[in-house]
């Protein structure tokens, strides 16, 4: 069965860095694009980046532009969010999804990152 | 402020019927990109409930449905249950943006 598992969130300062991780199980990882999407505290769900299965295209909302870069590791079946400079507003639980063509199938249980001083 | 606009909360009494509406513009659901649906359940993270607009996951029951017109999109829930209690999110394709766009969610109160 498709399992998705993030780790990596924490308390961090601002102007800090984190890294996400997201280890994938139950299906061929390298033929999926990937996501991570993002939800504050009490407010709703925002697409923060996604990568396609051999890594040849990227977004980034403008949100994170220039501050986080996407990457994956097909051979560890693993997703990555390196995220700098890291403000305030960036505080959310941190999902990473599974993407088909018809929407996101398939999500983590969160990790929870926190930008506080 | 999202580009896709739902209303922010719904109610229904159990086995009623509720529509909760995602309205978007010409660069993405007028655009014919498909819209997909999420239940959010407090605490858990969201679940894949209805993709390309109408069209229902295996496992998701058929009390779900969802509907498309012009610049807007619609999720029904029929028969109405207590488990349906929840946050639903629409999803679609934006080209203005270009990338992918969350609705602000609808809070389905079970009365």
């Known amino acids: 069965q498709v399992q998705l598992v993030e780790s990596g969130g924490g308390l961090v300062k601002p102007g800090g860095s984190l890294r996400l991780s997201c280890t994938a199980s139950g299906f061929t990882f390298s033929n999926y694009y990937m996501s991570w999407i993002r939800q504050a505290p009490g407010k709703g769900l925002e697409w923060v980046s996604y990568?396609?299965?051999?890594?040849?295209?990227?977004y980034y909302s403008d949100s994170v532009k220039g501050r986080f870069t996407i990457s994956r590791d097909n051979a560890k079946n693993s997703l990555y969010l390196q995220m700098h400079s890291l403000r305030a507003e960036d505080t959310a639980v941190y999902y990473c999804?599974?993407?088909?063509?018809?929407?996101?199938?398939?999500w983590g249980q969160g990790t929870l990152v926190t930008v506080s001083s | 402020q999202s580009v896709l606009t739902q209303p922010p909360s719904v109610s229904g009494a159990p086995g009623q019927r509720v529509t909760i509406s995602c309205t978007g513009s010409?660069?993405?659901?007028?655009?014919?990109?498909?819209v997909h649906w999420y239940q959010q359940v407090p605490g858990t993270a969201p679940k894949f409930l209805i993709f390309?607009?109408?069209n229902r996951p295996s496992g998701v029951p058929d009390r779900f449905s969802g509907s498309k017109s012009g610049t807007s999109v619609s999720l029904v829930i029929t028969g109405l249950q207590a488990e349906d209690e929840a946050d639903y999110y629409c999803?679609?394709?934006?080209?203005?943006?270009?990338?992918?766009?969350f609705g602000g969610g609808t809070k389905l109160t079970v009365l």
């Open positions: 390309s607009n109408t």
């Open positions: 999804a599974r993407d088909t063509e018809v929407g996101s199938d398939f």
């Open positions: 999803q679609s394709y934006d080209t203005s943006l270009s990338g992918r766009v």
């Open positions: 010409s660069s993405n659901i007028g655009a014919g990109y498909p």
């Open positions: 990568m396609s299965g051999s890594g040849n295209f990227i």
